[in-house]
């Protein structure tokens, strides 16, 4: 079972999408979010951070597949980390409950930016939009994990995390600001601790 992010696209009558690829199933975007304009990345009508202003005029809004089948258009983006979260905690309790073995490709969409949380993670970090974003992927991966744990699968379960993208720049530059005002305020009260 394939959920999440598929960056190879659709194709021809689907040809590229995970059902055609060796997975019994599939829900998710074929492609990365930030190639379709989306108007909602926060609880309540926060609008989009724009990679492009304004979006070009022939993109298409997201769609989300469940197999080979477009089951909302435009995503909803507030919902779609919980919506895939749900998905692997189902298919875990459905594989774990027969008895049978399985292979679960789980990409979410966080952190690629844009980034975007819904209502239980907006404003919930004090890092901002990156932070509520991480706090959101933070609790879909631990209700997957406590569902591996709730089905016995957990000791038998090999469980890999990576990544296709590092934080964006932006982020890590202003982590960076951040850590060097951090040293120059210990600096400047050791220097006065030493002048005193």
Known sequence: MHIGKWHLGVGRNGKYLPTHRGFDGYLGIPYSHVDCPMSECFWPNVP??????PWPSDL???PLYSNTTI???PVDMLTLTARYAQAA????HKQTSAGRPFFLYLAFQHVHGLQF?????TGASQRGEF???LAELDGAVGSVLEALSDSGADASTLVIFSSD????LQYVFILFLEFLCYCWLWAACLLLFVCL
């Open 131 to 133: 932070g509520d974003s």
């Open 165 to 168: 993208n590092g934080p964006s």
């Open 60 to 62: 298409v809004a997201c």
């Open 89 to 92: 905690v189902t298919y875990i």
């Open 71 to 73: 089951v909302q258009q």
């Open 117 to 121: 949380a819904g209502e239980q993670y």
């Open 48 to 53: 989009c951070d724009k990679p492009v202003n």
